[in-house]
Nanobody, 117 residues
Framework: QVQLVESGGGLVQPGGSLRLSCTAS????????MGWYRQAPGKQRELVAG???????NYADSVKGRFAISINNSKNTVYLQMNSVKPEDTAVYSC???????????WGQGTQVTVSS
């Protein structure tokens, strides 16, 4: 069984910064990719950023230039550095891990990010 534990969420003012972390543990066969989704109230879940084990990165257009994703493969940890945050970044951010030959997805419990003055 694989567990994902997120940390770093909270309340931040517009224009501020926040760093999310997600560490995977358990029976991890291999990591194909890790990343972050978010879901705001009344909206569909959207991919924020993803990174493959080979270092390929993709971002949602809405966060390009403001957010940065990175991964520490030795620690099975993915980070999301959020800069110049906006009220529309308010959402529950969930970490995912894609693992194994058939690409099974695992999910964290989610962490709330609120951008407000």
């Amino acid at each position: 069984q694989v567990q994902l534990v997120e940390s770093g969420g909270g309340l931040v003012q517009p224009g501020g910064s926040l760093r999310l972390s997600c560490t995977a543990s358990g029976s991890i066969f291999s990591i194909n990719a890790m990343g972050w989704y978010r879901q705001a109230p009344g909206k569909q879940r959207e991919l924020v950023a993803g990174i493959t084990s080979g270092g390929r990165i993709n971002y949602a257009d809405s966060v390009k230039g403001r957010f940065a994703i990175s991964i520490n493969n030795s620690k099975n940890t993915v980070y999301l550095q959020m800069n110049s945050v906006k009220p529309e970044d308010t959402a529950v951010y969930s970490c995912y891990l894609n693992s194994g030959g058939i690409g099974v997805n695992y999910w964290g419990q989610g962490t709330q990010v609120t951008v407000s003055s």
